[in-house]
């Protein structure tokens, strides 16, 4: 038994793809989303194989030695544990990141809003010197993104939780790319600085919806990362004001957003008016998840 009274045991003599498909099955009948894509990488995670080598190694006896190891992975998946803490990693626009419950797990959707960053940032003048903040980092994946795109800008993150913070360090450290990190409320810590380009992922789900989330995200994940006030869009207002804080507001903002909120938060932008385009990017869907305001000066 484990965890949640999740009790899993791997049956004997199985080989790698066998185990896989048992485990698969097994997750199904907890609920588990995609059983099939988590018992893979969880499967290859235990046994350290990847690509050509995990294919080459399917019809291969199941090692016993990494039986427990297998077994208890499964189990945690199955009381609802995401994936990416079990590995403890999660790629990213290419890159591979750390994560644990202290951030956010990266989303695909948001590789939209980076690349929307960058194609809008090369209409401003002086692309190349551009000063980029990433506000409410996480696990620094915008943030390293962004730089790993735009060696030559200067790119900075923000985040009210040191846990992430170190995270978001640690991963920009391995990786062997310079961003400056700053501990505060998302625009606080830059005030005074001349920031061109403001980019931001925040915590965008109405508080008592919530509770109704799978129970990955809702059990798991960090509720600060999560809880966007009653109807979502606090953190999009505060940011808005902090605006005030910046020696003058940056050529291009831009915010990814949860569902129905496009529509608001443009209209915040509009009625700032410090943007000439309001620009709204949909995410793989279809549904506009993205919304950015660029000033071409």
């Excluded at 809008?120 to 980029?132: E, H, K, N, T």
């Excluded at 913070?165 to 600085?193: H, I, M, S, T, W």
């Excluded at 309001?278 to 919304?291: K, Q, S, W």
Aim: charged share 25%.
């Amino acid at each position: 038994m484990n965890r949640d009274g999740v009790s899993y045991t791997l049956s004997d003599k199985h080989n790698i793809s066998e185990a896989r498909r048992e485990a698969s099955s097994f997750l199904a009948a907890a609920g588990v989303q995609e059983p099939d894509s988590n018992a893979e990488l969880l499967i290859r995670h235990v046994l350290g194989l990847e690509g050509a080598a995990y294919l080459a190694a399917l019809r291969d006896p199941f090692p016993r030695e990494r039986k427990d190891a297998w077994e208890e992975v499964i189990r945690r998946k199955a009381a609802g544990e995401p994936a990416q803490y079990i590995i403890g990693e999660q790629e990213f626009y290419g890159l591979t990141f750390q994560v644990t419950p202290a951030v956010l797990i990266p989303r695909p959707e948001t590789e939209l809003l980076v690349e929307a960053i960058v194609q809008q940032a090369d209409r401003l003048p002086a692309g190349s010197g551009l000063y980029a903040a990433d506000i409410g980092t996480g696990s620094g994946a915008i943030a390293a993104a962004l730089k790993h795109l735009r060696p030559n800008w200067r790119v900075a993150a923000s985040d009210i939780s040191p846990d992430a913070l170190a995270v978001a360090q640690g991963n920009v450290r391995r990786l062997g790319l310079d961003v400056a990190f700053k501990q505060g409320n998302l625009l606080e810590p830059f005030a005074g600085e001349p920031l061109d380009i403001v980019v931001s992922n925040p915590p965008y789900i109405p508080a008592d919806v919530i509770a109704g989330l799978q129970p990955e995200v809702r059990d798991y994940e960090p509720r600060t990362a999560l809880d966007g006030g009653p109807d979502g869009l606090a953190p999009y207002r505060e940011m808005m004001a902090q605006l005030a804080l910046l020696p003058q507001p940056p050529r291009l903002i831009g915010f990814e957003l949860g569902l129905g909120q496009a529509a608001d938060v443009a209209e915040m932008l509009r009625a700032a008016g410090h943007w000439q385009d309001i620009v709204t990017v949909p995410d793989l869907a279809g549904i506009d998840r993205h919304v950015l305001g660029v000033a071409v000066r």
